[in-house]
């Protein structure tokens, strides 16, 4: 199983570019790395997944280098509401089994 | 959002009592987890049903019982539980269980076992 290694706090205002880096150094070559937000008392939301290179929607992008050890969540102009824990996984792509690997969680405080 | 949902919110049980967690997926997916979130540590997957097979992660001990008697309800039985399994106990739920599939999580029952 890949470990996952993630910032444990961050701080940021408003209005700008906040940028999260994931480590999975011994992620497989059939894992996919996916993100997900939770703000206090409620479940995780999904924001984005990706394989490989760059992934982009409407509310955050994703890099991924050529040798997906790493993963960098971008989220754009941030504002208060993006105050959440953000989590980074990896997840197996085969049909069968699905056992996903989970970060600690980043726990992001916008200031205004 | 009310396409998973969870009951009770909240469960105080002592160590010899026997509850169950239930939740019920309205999104028409086929397949659906249990996880566990605790304090300063990372989710953990407890259970999948996928159609009608079952994955389990090994560490989880057998006084968690799993049931899904069909693709939108799910339920979790506890008996003789210890102080260590207080936590959130998160359903989720997704179209189906592998990677691409988005999971939608429930709002969660916080668990406190005394």
């Known amino acids: 199983l890949a470990k996952i290694t993630q910032p444990i706090s961050m701080d940021s205002y408003e209005g700008q570019e906040v940028n999260i880096t994931c480590s999975h150094n011994?992620?497989?070559?059939?894992?996919?790395i996916t993100w997900y937000q939770q703000f206090p008392s409620q479940g995780p939301r999904f924001i984005i997944q990706?394989?490989?290179t760059k992934v982009t929607n409407e509310v955050a992008s994703l890099f991924i280098p050529a040798d997906r050890k790493s993963s960098t969540l971008s989220l754009p102009r941030v504002s208060l509401s993006d105050t959440a824990v953000y989590y980074c996984l990896v997840v197996p792509i085969s049909g069968g089994s699905y056992i996903p690997t989970f970060g600690r969680g980043t726990s992001l405080i916008v200031h205004p | 959002e009310t396409g998973v949902t969870q009951t009770p919110r909240h469960l105080v049980m002592g160590m010899t009592n026997k509850k169950s967690l239930k939740c019920e997926q309205h999104?028409?997916?086929?397949?659906m987890y249990w996880y566990k979130q605790s304090a300063k540590k990372p989710l953990e997957l407890m259970f999948v049903?996928?159609?009608?097979?079952?994955?389990e992660n090994n560490s989880v001990p057998s006084r968690f019982s799993p049931e899904c008697p069909n693709s939108s309800h799910l339920f979790l039985h506890l008996h003789t539980l210890q102080p260590e399994d207080s936590a959130l106990y998160l359903c989720?739920?997704?179209?189906?269980?592998?990677?691409?599939?988005?999971?939608?999580f429930g709002p969660g029952t916080r668990l406190t076992v005394t």
């Open positions: 989720a739920s997704s179209q189906e269980s592998r990677a691409g599939n988005e999971q939608y």
């Open positions: 011994n992620i497989a070559t059939n894992d996919y």
């Open positions: 990706g394989y490989k």
């Open positions: 049903y996928s159609l009608e097979e079952r994955v």
């Open positions: 999104l028409g997916h086929n397949a």
